[in-house]
């Protein structure tokens, strides 16, 4: 079945700076790629989510990027806020299917203001 | 307003005492799934469901049990808790597994001790 691996597991950056996170993963069927994003003590909602058919999706100061040759995707964010802190999950599925989605252990970003 | 509702939100509890957490969703998904959060291990997925009458073991579905009766709710049973049970548990719902746009959405959580 897929395995996601995801890195790194934190991430301390300056307001302003750039963040990123990268996710690898295993079964080259997989097609679809979300990100999700939980703030302290609240329930994950995802921010972003990327299909094999695109290489590159962007949202404001957020883009995530996709290289299926070599099975990695990844999470920028740009111009970082105290906001952005919080724990963020990459996950990976087959759009089709019964496939679950599989997700990655998480990146836990601070944001130092 | 379209939601997934879990009760309770937080339960402590003593080993070997059964026990349910409920999970409902009112925006008519057909996929739900039931999820539990431990540092450093992620999300990691219990058990889930396609439809009504349909689950399926997920990573980790030992000491837990499911049922899907109805399309809106999907409550998590444990029968006999044990300590390694102490986790957060989320519940999720989306349209379906396969659909074109199949954001999961997730309930508020309910942080369970057992003792």
């Known amino acids: 079945g897929e395995n996601v691996e995801q890195h790194p597991s934190t991430l301390s950056v300056q307001e302003g700076d750039s963040a990123v996170i990268k996710c690898t993963y295993s079964?080259?069927?997989?097609?679809?790629f979300p990100w999700y994003k939980q703030e302290l003590g609240k329930r994950p909602q995802l921010i972003i989510d990327i299909r094999s058919n695109v290489g590159e999706k962007k949202d404001q100061r957020i883009a995530v990027t996709l290289n299926k040759t070599a099975k990695h995707f990844s999470l920028h964010i740009t111009e970082t806020q105290p906001e952005d802190s919080a724990v963020y999950f990459c996950a990976a599925s087959m759009n089709s299917g019964n496939t679950p989605l599989v997700f990655g252990k998480g990146t836990r970003l601070s944001v130092i203001a | 307003e379209a939601q997934v509702t879990q009760n309770p939100r937080y339960l402590i509890t003593v080993t070997g005492k059964k026990l349910t957490v409920t999970c409902s969703q009112n925006?008519?998904?057909?996929?739900m799934s039931w999820y539990r959060q431990d540092p450093g291990l992620g999300l990691r997925q219990i058990y889930y469901?396609?439809?009504?009458?349909?689950?399926d073991k997920g990573d980790v579905p030992e000491g837990y049990k499911v049922s899907r009766k109805e399309k809106r709710n999907f409550p998590l049973i444990l029968e006999s808790p044990s300590p390694n049970q102490t986790s957060l548990y989320f519940c999720?719902?989306?349209?379906?597994?396969?659909?074109?746009?199949?954001?999961?959405?997730f309930g508020p959580g309910t942080r369970l001790t057992v003792l």
């Open positions: 469901s396609m439809n009504v009458e349909v689950t």
């Open positions: 925006m008519n998904h057909e996929y």
């Open positions: 079964d080259s069927a997989s097609n679809y």
């Open positions: 999720a719902s989306s349209l379906r597994l396969a659909a074109t746009y199949n954001e999961q959405f």
